[in-house]
């Protein structure tokens, strides 16, 4: 564990995953900010909720995992988030409910001091799917020491221009192997091969630092213009819900804690494969599970 207090702010969404049968707090933006505090990251989560059970249960939750609440907001007109799941022969197909809290963040004038002595600062673009919260994080954007863009592209929550626009702005961007596709065929990408594409991109866009998941073979991350890759770990899976939000995370909190990126990438895949081998997007993992994984005992 790093001696440097690594800060975060998390910008984003936060709502329940409806399951037949149960409900889970989630959202990319609290899943990263969950796992970030658990490795002893200082977070501040940005988000808003509903003066409702949900919310009050999702403030309950968040504060029983020892994560502050301080930068959440309660809207008293507005419902808390819900992503409706429902799975047909064991595919999964969601429904995001619209006009929900998480759709209209405030952000708590006080807190803007404390925001400008982060880090950096993670988004993704499910939040941006209404002008005003495009306008507060554009506010945001222009105070952020590092600004973190994981695209999680939900269709039709997003335009080009949009994703464009926020990699240009952004210092680190993530995507998946699907969503690289998709941005090689907005940049008139043509190369098959997978360093190319991401050089490309990052001098297209201007941004210097990407890192691309690949699911069970690893990914690949260029960082201070160097190049690295990770074949991933082989696990047996039991739910991959969460795990690439705890790669992110794990890779976030070692980037930033200086660990070489190389390194970084390596604890980052471990942590990934261990949630995936584990139930709930937040489930705990050790050190110890960690560094047992890396040296393959």
Known sequence: ?????????????????????????????????????????QVTMLSTVGD?????????????QGLSTEGIAVSANKPTGQVLVSLTNGIAQYTIK?????????????LIPKLKQADALIFGSLALRYEHNLQTLNALL????????????????????LILDLMKRADLVKMNDEELLYVCRLLDINTNDL???????????????ICVTL????AVLLYEKEYVSHPGYKV???????????????????????????????????????????SGANC??????????????
């Open 284 to 297: 705990k993992v050790t050190s110890r599970e960690i560094n047992e994984l890396q040296s393959g005992e």
């Open 98 to 110: 619209e006009d929900v809290a998480w759709d209209h963040i405030s952000i708590d004038p006080g």
């Open 1 to 41: 564990m790093t001696s440097k207090t690594v800060r975060i702010v998390s910008f984003g969404e936060v709502l329940w995953d409806v399951f037949p049968g149960e409900s889970l707090l989630g959202g990319a933006p609290l899943n990263v900010a969950m796992r970030l505090h658990n490795q002893g990251a």
């Open 236 to 278: 047996k899976v039991a739910d991959t819900v969460g795990a690439g939000d705890s790669f992110f995370a794990g890779l976030i909190f070692h980037l930033l804690s200086g660990t070489n990126t190389e390194t970084a990438l390596d604890k980052a895949c471990a942590i990934g494969a261990l949630v995936a081998s584990k």
């Open 195 to 209: 360093r190319e594409q991401v050089v490309t991109i990052a001098e297209k866009t201007s941004t210097p630092n």
């Open 52 to 64: 409702d059970e949900l919310g009050h249960r999702a403030l309950e939750e968040m504060q029983a």
């Open 215 to 218: 699911g069970d073979e690893g």
């Open 142 to 161: 222009e105070n952020s020491n590092f600004s973190i863009f994981d695209l999680n592209l939900r269709p039709p929550f997003y335009t080009d221009a």
